[in-house]
């Protein structure tokens, strides 16, 4: 029988990372339990296994930190010789030159890399990593001279680094990077402990997209995309044309999945919930399940007459099963 395939999955290599992001939103980073170390010998296991049952397009390898599995490479290779797309979001603060060459020589896709600030202090403040901006801008330099394209940054927008954007872009801009997601802060894992003081209000969040826009309308040969679904009620993507606004989808046909190196299989890399785990039932079976259908089918009663519901869908829910544990709630930045 054929394999189902997938078009788009995060795979997550490790729950360890060599930061702890005051913005992170990682579920298990909320403080209540030790993160575990690296297991590449598991992560192996898991991978095939999950590469046995479908067929995936695009694999994108996160965590965690992935580059703190010391087989990353074996792992991405396992990938490409079963003809999937690799991608790697790493926080480049462990990525080699010879990383690089050798991702490019196996083909990997985009190498995406968090870029906060253009002032060291501010990015080091927000990984909580000192010396951290300075191997993040060195890991987006290499990346554009050794493997040109394929360099993409991710600009996180808080309170705290909000009004340093437009420096920001023209340091990305600077390093040759081409695509820059423009990602909101988002609800969830180790940002709950810093909520206040990382959220941008209504007027700071419009005025953080204002700027990016006004930034992309002079830079034609950048993209900028914001990857982190925002309620349209809160930022109309019409209002900022050189933004491309993405939203996720229910179907699970048209999101990426996520799972983990135990095989755990979650809706997205936001969400807490454990739909199953492929050690135990078929990723296409978990995913097929009528009852997660119907718990991602709910819609808040916010959102029940809004024009917008398609595509909007009430913003990240995700973020809402972090902050109220159910899937049915609005977005909690619209708090
Ligand atoms: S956001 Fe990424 S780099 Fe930062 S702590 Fe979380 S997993 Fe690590
Ligand atoms: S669907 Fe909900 S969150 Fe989205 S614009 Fe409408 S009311 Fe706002």
Excluded at 126 to 144: I, N, P
Aim: glycine letters at 8%.
């Amino acid at each position: 029988m054929p394999r189902q395939k997938i078009d788009n999955l995060v795979f997550e290599l490790t729950e360890a990372c060599n930061q702890r992001c005051r913005f992170c939103y990682n579920y298990w980073r909320d403080g209540s339990s030790p993160i575990p170390a690296p297991d590449p010998r598991l992560c192996r296991r898991t991978l095939r296994k999950l590469l046995s049952q479908v067929s995936v397009g695009t694999i994108s390898f996160s965590g965690g930190e992935p580059m703190t599995m010391p087989n990353v490479t074996d792992l991405a290779l396992m990938c490409r010789f079963k003809g999937c797309g690799v991608n790697l979001l790493t926080n480049g603060t462990l990525l080699t030159e010879d990383h690089i060459r050798n991702f490019k020589e196996i083909g990997i896709g985009a190498i995406q890399i968090p870029l906060l600030s253009a002032d060291p202090a501010v990015h080091d403040y927000l990984t909580c990593l000192t010396g951290s901006w300075e191997k993040a801008v060195k890991a987006l330099r290499a990346v554009t001279a050794l493997n040109p394209g394929h360099a993409y940054a991710v600009l996180v927008m808080t309170k705290v680094n909000a009004p340093g954007i437009p420096d920001t872009l023209e340091l990305l801009a600077d390093c040759g990077v081409r695509g820059v997601m423009v990602n909101r802060f988002n609800l969830g894992g180790q940002g709950l402990l810093h909520r206040d003081e990382l959220v941008l209000d209504r007027a700071g969040l419009r005025q953080a997209f204002a700027d990016v826009d006004a930034f992309a309308a002079t830079h034609s040969g950048m993209r900028f995309t914001s990857g982190v679904c925002t309620p349209m009620c809160l930022i109309m993507p019409s209002e900022f044309r050189h933004i491309q606004f993405t939203f996720c989808s229910t179907d699970f046909n048209r999101r990426p999945v996520a799972v983990n190196f135990r095989g755990d299989v979650r809706f997205c890399n936001h969400s807490p919930k454990v739909l199953g785990n492929i050690y135990q039932r078929n990723i296409s079976d978990i995913l097929a399940d009528p009852a997660a259908t119907e718990y991602y089918n709910a819609v808040p009663e916010h959102c029940r007459d809004c024009r917008f519901l398609h595509p909007c869908n009430g913003g990240c829910r995700a973020a809402s099963e972090q902050v109220y544990g159910t899937f049915a709630a609005i977005d909690p930045v619209l708090d």
